[in-house]
C-alpha cells in the first residue's frame, strides 16, 4: 500500500517554481500562484511552462502512485501528477475544474514542443483522487483510482525525444485563477505495474 509522506520520505525532492506556500508533514500541502500552467502551442497558440512541479530525478522503468486533496476555486485549477524531459516533452494528469460543471479528468502528453488534452468528464463536486504513471521506456501508461485498489486507464503515450533519466513528481497550477490549496496526502515510486503486452 502507498505510504504516507513523511519529511525524510522527500527529502530528494525539489521544486520548479516554488508556489505561493508549502508545507510538508504528514502531507505535502500547496497553495499555487496566480497565471501559473503548463501547455504547449496546440490550438490556444500561447506557451506556459511555469506551473509548479515537485520532482525527483528518476533513471528507466517505475510506477509513480499519489494521493491527491484539492480545494479549487476557479477554472482550471489542477493538481496531479508529471513527468517532463524538457519544456517540450512532457505528461501531467490531473482534474480541471469547472465550477459550472462537469470538470474535466484527463492528461497532457506534449512531444516535439506541441501538447494535447484527453479528458473525460467527472462531478465538479470531486475532490480526492488517486494516480498512477508507469513506465516502460518511452511508453507511459496513466491511470486513475478512487480507491488507490481499482485503477482504470486514462491512456498509453509515448514520449518521442525521452532521455533514461527524466524528471517525475507531483505538480499544481491556476491558469486562471488567484490561487487554491491541495494536499499530496500519499506519494510512493515503486517497481513497474504496468504489465507488458503477451504477460
Known sequence: MVQHLLSDTLAPFRWSNEPAAWHVGDALEITTRPDTDYWQRTHYGFRRDNGHFFFVAVTGDFSLTAWLWFTPNAQYDQCGVMCRASADTWIKASVEYEPDGPSRLGSVVTNLGYSD????????????????????GADFCVESSANGTTWQQLRIAHLHDCPDEIDVGVYAC??????????????????????????
Open 117 to 136: 488534452w484527453a479528458t473525460q468528464d467527472v462531478d465538479s463536486t470531486l475532490n480526492r483522487l488517486w494516480y498512477r504513471l508507469s513506465r516502460r
Open 174 to 199: 491556476s491558469p486562471v485563477g488567484p490561487g487554491f490549496g491541495c494536499r499530496v496526502q500519499a506519494l510512493q515510486f515503486g517497481a513497474n505495474d504496468w504489465r507488458a503486452m503477451g504477460t
